[in-house]
C-alpha cells in the first residue's frame, strides 16, 4: 500500500486542471499505486462513492490489463462460494 497523503496534492492538481480519472489512474499506477490505492485515492480525492471509484478503477484503460483476470477470479469466488453455501428452503444461502 502507497502512503496516499504523497499523491493528494497532485492528483486534486489534476482534477482540478480537468484531467480525466483515467490519467489520474495510470499516474496513480505508475507511481506505484495499486487497485485498491487508486479506488481509496478516488473516494477521498474525487469524493467519490466505493461503488463509484472500484467501478471508475475496474472500468479504466490504466488498469485494462488486469481486468479478465480479475473478472475471472470474482466468477471463481462467486462459484466457490456457492458451493460451499446450503441453499435455506426459502431460497437464500447461508455460508458455513
Not at 478516488?42 to 471509484?53: Q, R
Not at 467501478?55 to 466457490?80: G, I, K, P
Amino acid at each position: 500500500m502507497s502512503d496516499l497523503n504523497a499523491f493528494r496534492e497532485p492528483v486534486t492538481a489534476m482534477l482540478q486542471e480537468g484531467r480525466s480519472i483515467d490519467e489520474v489512474m495510470v499516474f496513480l499506477r505508475a507511481h506505484g499505486c495499486s487497485k485498491v490505492d487508486c479506488m481509496w485515492a478516488l473516494e477521498d480525492f474525487a469524493g467519490m462513492s466505493h461503488v463509484e471509484a472500484k467501478t471508475a478503477v475496474h472500468e479504466s484503460e490504466a488498469w485494462a490489463t488486469r481486468r479478465a483476470n480479475d473478472e475471472a477470479l470474482h466468477e471463481q469466488l462467486e462459484r466457490e462460494l456457492r458451493d460451499a453455501a446450503d441453499e435455506r428452503p426459502d431460497g437464500t444461502l447461508e455460508l458455513p
